[in-house]
């Protein structure tokens, strides 16, 4: 079967130091593939590159067997590609279904007209109200964005990937500055979503990322040097040797 998402030979540099260096790896349906490596591996260039806010050097990215990898972020999410966003990009005056309804506008790169806006409001709301529910976040709708706790925002940020009812979702450090309890609501949310939409995640709790993931990925000086199940990446001699020795203690 075409994997939903397949990357091959990524190849990205900023000046002489080389970030992406022929990454290649394919995500299945419904697989959560987590990307690790240590700090400046290159694992936020690669997800800006896969969700279009960073164009590879060379290399290519297909989603569904497609090649998108001259798309337009918009272009993408259209397709079902979509990236949780980093809390910056939440206006706080707004409410939350209103955050989520205007990132679905923007995202899909509409034009909207004044009289097709009216028309489209209520679709719109229902698909924001849908998406906050599937975050953990129904009741939620008329709070302003301001008003929510730390763990709630990056639940509001994974609503807003989730109202593109994207097909593959791209997580870049979704537990990133929560305390234990907001990260075991965020982690359960993750874990929730499994096996409905792939998901590629960027994480540096390893406990998160052994317990969630279907396969990982390794990232090491913009190399992948290995790709399996958790089990096999903790087993891994050089993956052992390059990063995780150390650092996952298993
Ligand atoms: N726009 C840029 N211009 C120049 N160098 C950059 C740019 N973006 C990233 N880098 C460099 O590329 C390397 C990889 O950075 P990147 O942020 O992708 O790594 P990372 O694995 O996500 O790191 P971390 O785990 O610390 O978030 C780093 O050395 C970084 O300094």
Same mark, same amino acid.
């Given at each position: ?11 990205? +540099?900023?000046? %002489?130091?080389?970030? +992406? ?27 800006? #590159? ?9 290399? !290519? /990215? ?5 090649? /998108? ?8 999410? !259209? ?6 966003? #980093? ?15 205007? %990132?679905? &506008? ?9 009289? !097709? ?9 229902? #698909? ?16 302003? %964005? ?8 990056? &639940? ?6 989730? %109202? ?14 929560? @305390? ?21 995640? /960027? ?11 279907? !396969?990982? +990925? ?9 790709? @399996? ?8 001699? #050089? ?12």
């Amino acid at each position: 079967m075409t994997p939903a998402l397949s990357v091959r030979g990524l190849t990205k +540099s900023f000046d %002489a130091l080389k970030v +992406s260096d022929g990454i290649s790896f394919d995500v299945a349906w419904g697989e959560l593939h987590a990307i690790i490596g240590p700090n400046g591996a290159g694992k936020t260039t690669l997800i800006h #590159q896969l969700s279009g806010s960073l164009a590879p050097d060379a290399g !290519r /990215i297909l989603l569904g067997g497609h090649d /998108i990898t001259r798309l337009s972020m918009a272009a993408r999410a !259209r397709r079902g590609l979509a990236r949780s966003f #980093q809390i910056t990009s939440i206006l706080a005056g707004l409410t939350a279904l209103e955050n989520v309804a205007l %990132a679905v &506008q923007a995202r899909s790169g509409s034009s909207f007209r004044f009289l !097709r806006q009216v028309a489209r409001e209520s679709a719109l709301n229902d #698909q924001a109200a849908e998406a906050l529910a599937a975050a953990g976040l129904a009741g939620a709708e008329d709070r302003s %964005a301001g008003t929510l706790s730390h763990g709630e925002k990056r &639940q509001l940020e994974i609503a807003i990937a989730l %109202a593109m009812q994207p097909k593959v979702l791209l997580l870049d450090e979704p537990l990133a500055g929560t @305390g234990h309890r907001e990260s075991a609501a965020l982690l359960d949310l993750i874990a929730g979503l499994k096996g409905r939409l792939s998901i590629v995640l /960027i994480e540096h709790d390893m406990e998160a990322v052994f317990a969630l993931a279907d !396969r990982i +990925s390794v990232l090491v000086y913009g190399r992948l040097i290995a790709t @399996g199940t958790p089990d096999a990446i903790r087993a891994d001699a #050089q993956v052992r040797a390059a990063y995780l020795g150390d650092e996952e203690g298993a």
